[in-house]
Nanobody, 115 residues
Framework: QVQLVESGGGLVQPGGSLRLSCATS????????MGWYRQAPGKQRELVAD???????NYADSVKGRFTIYRDSARNTVSLEMKDLKTEDTAIYYC?????????WGQGTQVTVSS
């Protein structure tokens, strides 16, 4: 059974940094892609960044140059390093993993950027 467990959310001031991590219960290379999505109040869930099993990364325009997605195969984790955070980055962040036609989700972790 696939489980995704996020950690690392919290409250940070504008311009600050946070790192989110997603731990999986299975080998991360069993997924053809893993990524992070976010959902702000009153908005649709959107892709923030993802990484394929081949290592190709993709970022939303709004986070390019500020966020970095990377994986640790030894720990079966995918992390999102977030720098220069802005108030508009406030959202619940969800880890996502895709295998064939199936999509798996974590429970979400809150990120709040506020002074």
């Amino acid at each position: 059974q696939v489980q995704l467990v996020e950690s690392g959310g919290g409250l940070v001031q504008p311009g600050g940094s946070l790192r989110l991590s997603c731990a999986t219960s299975v080998n991360i290379f069993s997924f053809h892609a893993m990524g992070w999505y976010r959902q702000a109040p009153g908005k649709q869930r959107e892709l923030v960044a993802d990484i394929t099993s081949g290592g190709r990364t993709n970022y939303a325009d709004s986070v390019k140059g500020r966020f970095t997605i990377y994986r640790d195969s030894a720990r079966n984790t995918v992390s999102l390093e977030m720098k220069d955070l802005k108030t508009e980055d406030t959202a619940i962040y969800y880890c996502n993993a895709q295998r064939l036609q199936y999509a798996y989700w974590g429970q979400g972790t809150q990120v709040t950027v506020s002074s």
